[in-house]
Antibody, heavy 118, light 112 residues
Framework: QVQLQESGPGLVQPSETLSLTCAVS????????WSWVRQAPGKGLEWIGE???????NYNPSLKSRVTILVDKSKNQFSLRLSSVTAADTAVFYC????????????WGQGTLVIVSS | QSALTQPASVSGSPGQSITISCTGT?????????VSWFQHHPGKPPKLLVF???KRPSGVSNRFSGSKSGNTASLTISGLQDEDEADYYCTSYTAISTPLYVFGTGTKVTVL
């Protein structure tokens, strides 16, 4: 049973860089795509971007200029960096695994709340 | 790419059936068989209910079923139960535009 666990600071200063890590256990990064999704308070889900273990990435154009997703196969984890954050970036951030052979997400982390505030 | 449109809320009594719609465009829902549905209880991660429009992952109740007509996908919950009260999101994958994954606006299901 694959498990995903997000970790990182719960409070980030405006204009700083938000950094989160998603540790994967129970399965290797293997041949799946892996994504970050966020949900701002009172809002819906928003796809941020995805990464393949080879390092290939795709990003949401609305965030592309500020987002970097990286993979560390030696640690079986991947990470998210979001630069120049504002209060509008306050959200619960989820990491998720893409289902093999299907374009959807079959396993999710519990989510971590990141507040952008001084 | 705008979010897919869902009704803000849908309600029903225990045992009833309800349907949640998800309206997209020819860039997503209409042209691809990649619509998924998630159930989201507050404080928990989203749970995949339906993928590829009509398929259910192993372990998901057959009370949840998906369909699509044109640019509108639908999730039907049959035999509504108290534990079905949650937020529901559709999502569609598109190979020809970005973002690659677009979520719906979300629907709050209330069990009366």
């Amino acid at each position: 049973q694959v498990q995903l666990q997000e970790s990182g600071p719960g409070l980030v200063q405006p204009s700083e860089t938000l950094s989160l890590t998603c540790a994967v256990s129970g399965a290797s990064l293997g041949r799946n795509w892996w994504s970050w999704v966020r949900q701002a308070p009172g809002k819906g889900l928003e796809w941020i971007g995805e990464i393949y273990p080879s390092g290939t990435t795709n990003y949401n154009p609305s965030l592309k200029s500020r987002v970097t997703i990286l993979v560390d196969k030696s640690k079986n984890q991947f990470s998210l960096r979001l630069s120049s954050v504002t209060a509008a970036d306050t959200a619960v951030f989820y990491c998720a695994r893409h289902m093999s052979g299907a374009n959807t997400f079959d396993s999710w982390g519990q989510g971590t709340l990141v507040i952008v505030s001084s | 790419q705008s979010a897919l449109t869902q009704p803000a809320s849908v309600s029903g009594s225990p045992g009833q059936s309800i349907t949640i719609s998800c309206t997209g465009t020819s860039s997503d829902v209409s042209d691809y068989q990649y619509v998924s549905w998630f159930q989201h209880h507050p404080g928990k991660p989203p749970k995949l209910l339906v993928f590829d429009v009509t398929k259910r992952p192993s372990g998901v109740s057959n009370r949840f079923s998906g369909s699509k007509s044109g640019n509108t996908a639908s999730l039907t919950i049959s035999g509504l139960q108290d534990e079905d009260e949650a937020d529901y999101y559709c999502t569609s994958y598109t190979a020809i535009s970005t973002p690659l994954y677009v979520f719906g606006t979300g629907t709050k299901v209330t069990v009366l």
